[in-house]
Antibody
Framework: EVQLLESGGGLVQPGGSLRLSCAAS????????MTWVRQAPGKGLEWVSS????????FYAHSVKGRFTISRDNSKSTLYLHMNSLRGDDTAVYYC????????????WGQGTLVTVSS | QSVLTQPPSVSAAPGQKVTISCSGS????????VSWYQQLPGTAPKLLIY???KRPSGIPDRFSGSRSGTSATLGITGLQTGDEADYYC???????????FGGGTKLTVL
């Protein structure tokens, strides 16, 4: 059974940093593109970042580029999102998901972790 | 303002059919496959359609997808009260070099 378990969310002050983790199990992690998607309270889905399986190429939404870094540790089957210079509009539930936006789609999702940026 | 445009809401009676549109441009829907997601209240999204018209294992054939030009459509037949949810389309945008979602459509089964 595919499982994605996010952790690391919480309350952080504006300008602060946070690292989200997504522990994966039940599938060949090294063979999958991995993606972060976020959802602000009461709002729609926003694609944040993806990292490829093959060469670890990374892609970012304009809104987070230069502030967020996606990475993966294939030996631990874990996906990360390092978030710096956090702002109020980064407040959201952050989901990790397997797959890519086109082609296979985002086929498995975690339950999400809430990040709140507030003083 | 979302890159992909969806109607904010649609509604229909139980047993009826509904369609949800997703309008984009040549750099996203016009060039790349579309995926569709269902988000029930308080839960994570679930993949309904990938590669514009394919259903993952376990998704009933009441759900269908199509793509033509710069638009895509999700169809749901035999509506059930359990289908009440938010529905999102998504695709890759070649110009932005990023993923993009529609703003979401709230389905009400009257």
């Amino acid at each position: 059974e595919v499982q994605l378990l996010e952790s690391g969310g919480g309350l952080v002050q504006p300008g602060g940093s946070l690292r989200l983790s997504c522990a994966a199990s039940g599938f060949a992690f090294t063979s999958y593109v991995m993606t972060w998607v976020r959802q602000a309270p009461g709002k729609g889905l926003e694609w944040v970042s993806s990292i490829t399986d093959s060469d670890g190429s990374t892609f970012y939404a304009h809104s987070v580029k230069g502030r967020f870094t996606i990475s993966r540790d294939n030996s631990k089957s874990t996906l990360y999102l390092h978030m710096n210079s956090l702002r109020g509009d980064d407040t959201a539930v952050y989901y990790c998901a397997t797959g890519r936006m086109s082609g296979s789609g985002l086929d498995y999702w975690g339950q999400g972790t809430l990040v709140t940026v507030s003083s | 303002q979302s890159v992909l445009t969806q109607p904010p809401s649609v509604s229909a009676a139980p047993g009826q059919k509904v369609t949800i549109s997703c309008s984009g441009s040549s750099s996203n829907v016009g060039s790349n496959h579309v995926s569709w997601y269902q988000q029930l209240p308080g839960t994570a999204p679930k993949l309904l359609i990938y590669e514009s018209n394919k259903r993952p294992s376990g998704i009933p054939d009441r759900f269908s997808g199509s793509r033509s030009g710069t638009s895509a459509t999700l169809g749901i037949t035999g509506l059930q009260t359990g289908d009440e949810a938010d529905y999102y389309c998504g695709a890759w945008d070649n110009n932005l070099n990023s993923g993009v979602f529609g703003g979401g459509t709230k389905l009400t089964v009257l």
